[in-house]
Nanobody, 124 residues
Framework: QVQLVESGGGLVQAGGSLRLACAAS????????MGWFRQAPGKERVFVAA????????SYADSVKGRFTITRDKAKNTMYLQMNDLNPEDTALYYC?????????????????WGQGTQVTVSS
């Protein structure tokens, strides 16, 4: 079992930046991939970015390419999401997730462990 705790959310003006962090604990040696998802009020949870724990292979949603960067620090068992040039459409509850399989990292159904979420609000 892997436990995940997100941090770094907050309120920022459009054009600003935030960095989210996701600290993993427990059976971290079993992690194959980690990802960020977001959910706006009344909408489904959608993929933002993902990274493999070994090799750091990354993938991004088209809506965040060029603005967001996902990284991970294996020594700290922590994943990060650097978010630049934020806009009001990025407002959502951001979740981190982890899984031990190679299955499609863009589907929330392919993650076993989830954090509680951190709120990101972008004002216009």
């Amino acid at each position: 079992q892997v436990q995940l705790v997100e941090s770094g959310g907050g309120l920022v003006q459009a054009g600003g930046s935030l960095r989210l962090a996701c600290a993993a604990s427990g059976r971290t040696s079993s992690i194959y991939k980690m990802g960020w998802f977001r959910q706006a009020p009344g909408k489904e949870r959608v993929f933002v970015a993902a990274i493999t724990w070994i090799g750091s292979i990354t993938s991004y949603a088209d809506s965040v390419k060029g603005r967001f960067t996902i990284t991970r620090d294996k020594a700290k068992n922590t994943m990060y999401l650097q978010m630049n040039d934020l806009n009001p459409e990025d407002t959502a509850l951001y979740y981190c997730a982890a899984d031990d399989t190679i299955w499609n990292p863009m589907s929330p159904n392919n993650y076993r462990s989830w954090g509680q979420g951190t709120q990101v609000t972008v004002s216009s």
